[in-house]
């Protein structure tokens, strides 16, 4: 098990903080891309019912992202839209186009305990956290860098503390907590299922439980996913928020 990170000082602390940035990276990559386009299932489980959605996610790094609801049929066409820090939501149940203000990114998206910055990534994990590679583990029988990413003061982020455990051999992500600014975790994410998905090793489903209601659960499933195609410049447009398929 390494030193912990926490606890070093000068150059070992640096190196500590430049090795985690480049695991956080090395994970951002994988599971990402520079594009991405894919096709997802959400379950929303609560104690007395549960209930599934279907979309499409087209996404360029943090910068810009477009998701298309599938299914239910009451939903079919609900879109968003995010484009630098700015992101809208289209109803066609009210034909209307609405600005998301930056005040509801952590609003939950469609009743699920996913938010909408969860969605559309507004935040980078990358550019809007501080790293430090605290020590290696085991999780689930293979070892695992366990990175803890405070949040820079001028980040536009809920987060005060993200601790990730990323697996040594391939940064597959395996971990997450989520801390507020009184120091307590609010959520857990685990992911699941890993296994090929669009010629990458990456989870296949990913599970969310917050800590105030921990009977209730959001899975997210990865039906198929591409990454590093082309993307078309009108899929990122206000146009295409009302387009039906």
Do not use: C
């Not at 939501?89 to 034909?95: A, K, L, N």
């Not at 994410?189 to 990458?200: C, F, L, W």
């Not at 899929?235 to 398929?245: K, T």
């Amino acid at each position: 098990m390494l030193a912990a990170g926490l606890l070093l000082s000068g150059p070992a602390a640096a190196s500590a903080q430049e090795r985690a940035l480049e695991i956080i990276r090395a994970m951002e990559d994988l599971t990402r891309g520079v594009t991405q386009v894919g096709t997802y299932s959400l379950v929303i489980v609560r104690p007395d019912w549960e209930r599934t959605l279907t979309f499409e996610v087209w996404s360029e790094g943090t910068e810009r992202s477009f998701i298309r609801i599938n299914a239910p049929a009451k939903e079919r066409g609900v879109s968003f839209l995010k484009i630098g820090r700015e992101m809208w939501q289209y109803v066609p149940r009210i034909s209307r186009v609405i600005k998301i203000p930056p005040s509801m990114m952590m609003q939950s998206w469609m009743g699920s305990g996913f938010t909408n910055d969860d969605l559309v990534r507004e935040s980078s994990l990358v550019t809007d956290y501080v790293h430090t590679l605290v020590e290696t583990v085991d999780m689930d029988g293979a070892p695992a860098y366990h990175i803890a990413l405070v949040t820079r003061p001028e980040a536009p982020v809920a987060w005060a503390r993200v601790a990730f455990w990323v697996r040594v051999e391939d940064y597959v992500p395996l971990r997450a907590e989520f801390f507020n600014e009184r120091g307590e975790r609010v959520r857990t994410m685990t992911y699941h299922d890993i296994r090929t998905i669009g010629g990458r090793t990456v989870p296949g489903r990913m599970e969310l439980v917050e800590d105030r209601w921990p009977d209730r659960k959001t899975i997210m499933i990865t039906e198929s996913a591409q990454f590093d195609v082309a993307i078309s410049d009108d899929i990122f447009s206000q146009a295409n928020l009302r387009r039906h398929r």
